[in-house]
């Protein structure tokens, strides 16, 4: 079946316009500009609202779909929005466990993390645009791109297997040592501000650091899941909202299971296990054609069993640890 690509230019405008209203609302109306400790609450509501806003959306595509190309189209499209979604939430999960890491390390303030996880939303948006529309660019042009993602996932993802129980050690990362090694960095935290000046000279803060980071770490992770949504389809309209929202959802999952970033250990290994089939499925294309449906049913299977054990061994080893105290 020819592929086909849904996104007029007043689609795209107007994503565009409603990803920068919810970016001003965050800022300006919801006290974004405020440096403050986001509670359990205030994230739980932020994810149900992006999660809300996400269904809305896939069910607006539906409708506008069925009514311009039929209900074939409108299906096929629509699950693939609601698959790429998934598999970009799910891949994100990881870059959570890692944004963890580094404010760890860092030992950020709380109410100074809101601030920081919204630039790296914005950069990680303008990274992935970059890289959705360079990917979908080599597709169209060198259809034999897809095999070569596919193994690169697959690479990718026994890698993930193999180490994920292990923790970075940050104090040896390149980048943090080149930066100590051209710029003076004060010992403390100074705000929100990246750079100060004492003495009459510039420092950077450990702010800077942080920020560096993550950006990096939306790097690394945009060539992970760029390539992983190109197993469902190449439409960039499509690869392009499903990232974005999958994106702007991930800071308030972050504040809402930092807390709880132990128990969700076996997240890891569910999220190497869907790049490995992903990859799979994107290099057995010629020989196996799988529909959508089953792929968002296998993905959301995974995600969900590795979120299930994990909750499950945390309670038991929680049981363990309180039947030894009572000994």
Not at 228 to 253: C, E, H, K, Q, W
Request: hydrophobic share 60%; aromatic share 16%; proline share 3%.
């Amino acid at each position: 079946m020819q592929p086909i690509n849904i996104g007029e230019l007043w689609m795209w405008v107007a994503f565009i316009v409603f990803v920068i209203a919810m970016l001003a609302m965050d800022l300006f109306v919801f006290g974004g500009r405020k440096a403050h400790r986001v509670s359990v609450r205030e994230a739980s509501c932020w994810v149900i609202a992006w999660c809300a806003l996400a269904l809305t959306f896939a069910g607006l595509l539906w409708w506008y779909l069925n009514a311009e190309f039929g209900p074939e189209i409108a299906h096929r499209k629509t699950l693939e929005f609601l698959t790429g979604y998934l598999i970009e939430q799910s891949l994100s999960i990881d870059n959570m466990f890692v944004f963890v890491m580094i404010f760890a390390y860092f030992a950020v303030p709380p109410e100074l993390q809101r601030r920081m996880l919204l630039y790296g939303v914005l950069g990680a948006i303008v990274m992935r645009g970059a890289m959705i529309f360079a990917g979908v660019w080599l597709v169209s042009q060198f259809g034999w791109v897809l095999y070569v993602f596919g193994v690169f996932l697959i690479i990718t993802g026994f890698k993930m297997l193999v180490f994920a129980h292990q923790r970075q050690d940050l104090h040896n990362n390149f980048l943090l040592r080149w930066i100590h090694g051209h710029l003076r960095v004060t010992d403390g935290f100074h705000g929100e501000r990246f750079f100060v000046v004492q003495n009459g000279r510039h420092w950077a803060t450990p702010m800077f650091l942080v920020l560096v980071l993550i950006e990096a770490s939306d790097l690394m992770f945009a060539v992970d899941s760029i390539p992983a949504i190109f197993a469902v389809t190449t439409d960039p309209f499509i690869v392009f909202t499903s990232n974005i929202f999958a994106i702007m959802g991930l800071r308030a999952l972050y504040f809402l299971l930092a807390d709880m970033a132990d128990r969700f250990h076996l997240l890891k290994y569910g999220v190497a296990i869907v790049l490995v089939f992903i990859g799979a499925k994107m290099t057995l294309v010629p020989w196996l054609h799988m529909p959508v449906e089953w792929s968002l049913a296998i993905v959301g299977g995974i995600i969900l069993t590795s979120v299930l054990l994990s909750l499950f061994m945390s309670r038991k080893k929680s049981s363990e640890k309180d039947r030894m105290r009572s000994l």
